[in-house]
């Protein structure tokens, strides 16, 4: 029977890109596996004049956004907010970028490295179904908004389990280095906010709720729900 004056242990807060740079890594590894038993005598030649496929770079681009975000939210700490990075689903190959909990509640946040600027935009109307859409750079992008929803099911039911119904949840999609207007620019789709770092941190510095100790239970058990990546 553990005592109970045990310290619980200590949370694990995760690496933020980690497992897209694990990803990176193992993709360009195979890359070069392959090349260099395909040509023995030129393979390291020909590694060096060509470059890696966007389908392994993107991994890389990925990584390092996640990265960038990581540390903006990790300096919010001295004001109240928790953070975890790079959390895994269970039971899927699937993670969270980051999962941050303040005084407001609970938010996720999928970070996007993009270039181009990020966009809500309507179509319908009077005689046919109005549809609100996620573009960015002109291209149609809500399928990133239907992955944070996914997200934010996941984190809410792992709420509702430890008997937290009615903590808010909600969802972010954090684009870094996206062309953003000078005034303006953030917006919410579908219940799902789209902004940039510092708008981000906007949210979750505004005042709420939940108290020191609701917090730190709170982040304690999404830090158990959803482990390190």
């Known amino acids: 029977m553990a005592s109970p004056y045990e310290e619980e242990p200590e949370i ?12 990176y890594e193992r993709r360009s590894a195979k890359r070069e596996e392959r090349v260099r038993a395909a040509h023995p005598k030129i ?12 389908s392994t770079t993107a991994w890389a681009v990925g990584a390092r956004g996640e990265a960038l975000l990581g540390r903006s939210l990790d300096g919010l700490a001295s004001r109240g ?36 600027r990020p966009m809500k935009q309507s179509v319908g109307g ?20 239907d992955g944070v929803h996914k997200q934010v099911g996941l984190v809410r039911d792992a709420l509702d389990d430890a008997g937290f119904a009615g903590v808010p949840v909600r969802g972010m999609l954090c684009f870094i280095e996206a ?8 917006f919410v789709i579908d219940g799902v906010d789209v902004l940039w770092p510092k708008k981000a941190a906007e ?5 709420g709720g939940l ?5 730190a239970y709170l982040h304690r058990t999404l830090a158990t729900a959803f482990p390190a990546a």
């Open 12 to 23: 694990v807060a995760g690496r933020a890109g980690a497992s897209a740079r694990r990803e």
């Open 43 to 54: 393979g390291g030649f020909l590694l060096a004049i060509s470059e890696e496929p966007q």
């Open 81 to 116: 907010v928790r953070v975890l990075h790079d959390r895994r689903i269970p039971r899927t190959r699937a993670n969270i970028d980051h999962i941050a909990v303040s005084s407001s509640g609970v938010f996720v946040i999928d970070a996007k490295r993009y270039s181009g």
């Open 126 to 145: 009077l005689f046919r179904p109005r549809v609100t859409f996620l573009t960015v750079a002109g291209r149609n992008q809500t399928k990133l908004v």
């Open 179 to 186: 062309n953003w207007p000078l005034i303006g620019g953030s």
């Open 203 to 207: 949210l979750l510095l505004a005042p």
């Open 211 to 215: 108290d020191e100790a609701v917090t």
